[in-house]
């Protein structure tokens, strides 16, 4: 019992929720504001679309995949909804056509990695450029404003009677249904395997390519919800929405303890680390800190994360054969 509380305590997700409350209560005694109302809904408003990123490409990264591309499908889904908004399309049509592009997008991806077999790193990041591309080729370098008021308030205002803004309520629904979609299911454990081993998976009958083309088009369709946040909450639809949003998503799941190699990874770490992420950005936009110098911060946290995890599970395998030898020295002693 006091090895598994041990464990339990020592482990990736704990030291998270730990260094999460360390900052949060550093910030709040050395940082005036940092705790009021309104920092709280500014800084959750403006992670809200980049935390819905974040729950597809843990789950690829856990299947040993990569979608690089999802920052580039919110923006040119965001470019589909102005485009149709400014056609003169109500705005839930509007909104399904933008999460169609996404759909579509995602199943490029798909269709490339599963179908075709290509690497997904280098797919995706030919599509990253290729979206991208699309927005100016389809707006010209001009953002479409002519936004409904419903949207924009969606984008900009809070709950009523509290400090919670209305575009993290997406992300609030979804992330609980991805942790139980990981964690409570059959398909979840296979998305494990399938990252543990993908080899060994097949061989076990899973059938990997079906998953793998279906986290791909989760990927699109869940970048799509992203970019219609983005212009709710920008009050534009502009070519470059969205942009660079993929490194902040890439810093938070590897960050919240998903292995780069697949198979290994938590949705609760993800969560602690995206709280982390979220509360790093608040201290350093209150310290008058530019955009850049907290984009050079982020890029730095990522490499961090990459060496915490990859010298935790180091040191966690060490441990286990360790163990694994202390019991069978004396099994190969005895008569």
């Known amino acids: 019992m006091w090895h598994a509380l041990r464990a339990r305590i020592t ?3 704990y030291i998270l929720a730990a260094l999460v409350v360390v900052l949060l209560l550093t910030a709040s005694l050395l940082l005036p504001g940092f705790a009021g109302g309104f920092n709280f809904a500014n800084s959750v408003s403006q992670m809200s679309d980049k935390a ?12 040993r ?12 889904s965001g470019v589909v909804l102005g485009m149709a908004l400014q056609s003169g ?18 199943a490029l991806n798909a269709l490339l990695v599963t179908v075709v077999g290509l690497p997904s790193l280098v797919v995706t990041l030919g599509t990253l450029a290729l979206f991208r591309g699309l927005c100016y080729v389809l707006l010209g370098g001009t953002p479409i404003t002519d936004i409904p008021l419903s949207l924009i308030t969606f984008g900009n205002d809070t709950l009523p009677g509290t400090y919670l803004p209305f575009d993290i309520v997406p992300f609030l629904v979804l992330a609980p249904l991805f942790a139980l979609f990981l964690h409570r299911t059959a398909t979840g454990r296979r998305t494990y395997a399938i990252g543990g081993g993908p080899q ?5 009958g899973v059938r990997a390519d079906r998953i793998r083309f279906g986290l791909f088009i989760v990927s699109g369709i869940v970048a799509a919800l992203a970019g219609v946040i ?6 534009q639809a502009a070519p470059d929405g969205a942009l660079g949003f993929e490194l902040d998503a890439i810093t938070v799941v590897f960050l919240g303890g998903v292995s780069v190699l697949g198979g290994k990874g938590r949705m609760p770490g993800v969560c602690w680390a995206l709280v982390l992420v979220v509360g790093l950005r608040s201290m350093l936009q209150l310290g008058n800190v530019s955009g850049y110098a907290q984009g050079a911060a982020v890029g730095l946290l990522l490499i961090l994360s990459l060496l915490i995890t990859n010298t ?5 395998a060490a441990v286990t054969r360790r163990r694994l030898r202390a019991t069978a020295v004396p099994q190969s002693a005895s008569p």
């Open 11 to 13: 482990s990736w997700d």
């Open 312 to 316: 935790t599970h180091r040191i966690h």
């Open 52 to 63: 819905l990123l974040v729950l597809p490409l843990a789950l690829l990264i856990i299947a």
């Open 65 to 76: 995949e990569i979608d690089i591309s999802v920052a580039s499908i919110a923006g040119l």
């Open 230 to 235: 983005t212009v709710a909450r920008t009050s």
């Open 200 to 204: 060994i998976a097949v061989y076990s």
């Open 89 to 106: 399309i109500p705005l839930p049509l509007a909104i399904t056509l933008a999460m169609l592009a996404g759909t579509m997008c995602g």
